[in-house]
């Protein structure tokens, strides 16, 4: 391994998380209510135990808790799950926006935009899924039908992407 390489691998632990950074500029106003309703039903669907701490907290609280803001100031994470479609430009040169592409198809693209919270299930829909058929042991008469990406593996993918 040369030095060069090593030195990065180092500084990468130094580098802050992007998700994290507050901006600066922007404020409650900047996100969708119906994208925060959203975060919550996620949220305890995650967390079964707080289900009534969740419904009991205002949106800053929340939003806090679920990490999605940090302190009550708004930060990147925020501007992409349940921000505006126009909060997307207060985290310039970032772009807040999932292009869907359908390779050698005239017109085969969409752009979807934030709330990513709301559009990504839109992005999902777009992705070719098929479905297989298969039989489960040598007894059965019924074929299992499976698709052949996870929806759940999708959906973490795009949210992490």
């Not at 305890?44 to 205002?58: G, P, Q, S, W, Y």
């Not at 929340?62 to 990490?67: E, G, Q, S, V």
Request: proline share 4%; glycine share 4%; charged share 30%.
């Amino acid at each position: 391994m040369n030095i060069e390489k090593i030195e990065r691998i180092r500084n990468q632990v130094l580098n802050r998380d992007w998700s994290k950074n507050i901006v600066p500029d922007a404020t409650f106003d900047n996100l969708d209510r119906a994208a925060i309703l959203k975060v919550r039903e996620q949220y305890k669907l995650k967390h079964l135990a707080l289900i009534e701490d969740v419904d009991t907290r205002d949106d800053i609280t929340f939003l806090n808790k679920a990490k999605i803001t940090l302190n009550g100031k708004i930060t990147n994470t925020a501007i992409l799950l349940p921000g505006k479609d126009e909060a997307g430009a207060l985290i310039s040169p970032a772009v807040a926006r999932i292009t869907w592409v359908l390779k050698d198809a005239p017109g085969g693209y969409e752009h979807f935009h934030t709330p990513f919270i709301l559009t990504v299930d839109k992005v999902l829909d777009c992705i070719r899924n098929l479905k297989y058929s298969y039989m489960v042991g040598d007894n059965s008469l019924f074929p299992k039908e499976v698709t052949h990406y996870d929806k759940r593996v999708v959906r973490e993918m795009l949210h992490n992407a």
